[in-house]
Nanobody, 123 residues
Framework: QVQLVESGGGLVQAGASLRLSCAAS????????VGWFRQAPGKEREFVSG????????YYADSVKGRFTISRDNAKAMVYLQMNTLKREDTAVYYC????????????????WGQGTQVTVSS
């Protein structure tokens, strides 16, 4: 069982940066892959980035590649999403999610979800 809590969202101007954090509870957190997803109003939840349990492999949606960086600190049971050069189209509620085995881009594959944190980018 894993509980996830996101933080770090906010209102920023286009071009700014934010760092989202995902705090996990559970002794076996380091056995879970973690994904960041986002959902904009009226749209489906979409994959943003993912990281394997070891942190060695990372994955990104094409729309954020080169601007976002995912990382994790298993000793602290934390996963981060550094978001640079934010655009209006990045506005969404951002969720972290966990699953066993590898990273996938499908929401249904993830067993545990946080409550989400709002990111709003103004022009």
């Amino acid at each position: 069982q894993v509980q996830l809590v996101e933080s770090g969202g906010g209102l920023v101007q286009a071009g700014a940066s934010l760092r989202l954090s995902c705090a996990a509870s559970g002794r076996t957190f380091n056995t879970y892959a973690v994904g960041w997803f986002r959902q904009a109003p009226g749209k489906e939840r979409e994959f943003v980035s993912g990281i394997t349990f070891s942190g060695i492999n990372t994955y990104y949606a094409d729309s954020v590649k080169g601007r976002f960086t995912i990382s994790r600190d298993n000793a602290k049971a934390m996963v981060y999403l550094q978001m640079n050069t934010l655009k209006r189209e990045d506005t969404a509620v951002y969720y972290c999610a966990a699953k066993h085995w590898g990273v996938t881009r499908t929401t249904d594959d993830y067993d545990y979800w946080g409550q989400g944190t709002q990111v709003t980018v103004s022009s």
